[in-house]
């Protein structure tokens, strides 16, 4: 069965400087991840998505993430925070058993501080 | 170009109650998946309907249904409300096929059970 683990709950990092969110995956096959961001009181919002065709892979917004096979990981980063990026953030995988269905990891709240 | 839309935004029911939340997909999507998402978790997959019935369903009792209309619009129902069904509902809409299209989420229906 497909799971995902973020490593961290919580991060917090001043603004201007690197953003590191952790996503550890478990799955039998090759998966498709996203990382989804969702603002207070809003829906998800797609940030980017890997699906097998480069294992860097760009988002929105200057983010993008690494698909490490060897280490099953999937991190997000950013090389400079703004204070918009203050949110949650959830590292997801598509369930190849469910196509319907998405598992999503427990979340990582970053704050951005001034 | 509408995005998914959901209504109500919030709702306040006591226990024992029924709810209908309702939901229309992102132009040219057929697909819509519903979660659930409770304080500080992730979201969880309830089901997923296409061509107007259920294709996939998480673990979740048969007090949650639903149903799809012809113009792909969906609707949650949840019978015999308990305390524990308190969370914010996420309908995202996709278009079937392969597992990795992309779930686009609406803002969500935030249920208080009392």
């Known amino acids: 069965a497909q799971s995902v683990t973020q490593l961290d709950s919580h991060v917090s990092v001043s603004e201007g400087t690197p953003v590191l969110l952790r996503c550890n995956y478990s799955s039998s096959y090759s998966p498709s991840l996203f990382w989804y961001v969702q603002h207070p009181n809003k829906g998800l919002q797609l940030l980017l998505k890997?699906?097998?065709?480069?294992?860097l892979v760009k988002g929105i917004n200057g983010f993008e993430a690494e698909f490490k096979k060897s280490e099953t990981s999937f991190h997000l980063t950013k090389p400079s925070a703004h204070m918009s990026d203050a949110a949650e953030y959830f590292c997801?995988?598509?369930?190849?058993?469910?196509?319907?269905?998405?598992?999503f990891g427990q979340g990582t709240t970053l704050q951005v501080k001034p | 170009d509408a995005g998914v839309t959901q209504s109500p935004t919030h709702l306040i029911k006591t226990r024992g109650q029924q709810v209908t939340l309702r939901c229309s997909p992102k132009?040219?999507?057929?697909?819509v998946s519903w979660y659930q998402q409770a304080l500080g978790q992730g979201p969880q997959f309830i089901f997923q309907?296409?061509?107007?019935?259920?294709?996939q369903r998480g673990n979740f009792p048969d007090r949650f249904s639903g149903h799809q209309f012809p113009n792909y619009s969906s609707e949650l129902n949840v019978n015999a409300l308990l305390l524990g069904d308190s969370a914010l509902y996420l309908c995202?809409?996709?278009?079937?096929?392969?597992?990795?299209?992309?779930?686009?989420f609406g803002p969500g229906t935030r249920l208080l059970v009392l």
């Open positions: 997801v995988v598509s369930d190849l058993s469910n196509t319907g269905k998405l598992i």
């Open positions: 309907y296409y061509e107007e019935e259920e294709r």
């Open positions: 890997y699906t097998s065709a480069a294992t």
């Open positions: 995202a809409s996709s278009t079937r096929g392969w597992y990795q299209e992309t779930q686009y």
């Open positions: 132009s040219g999507h057929d697909t």
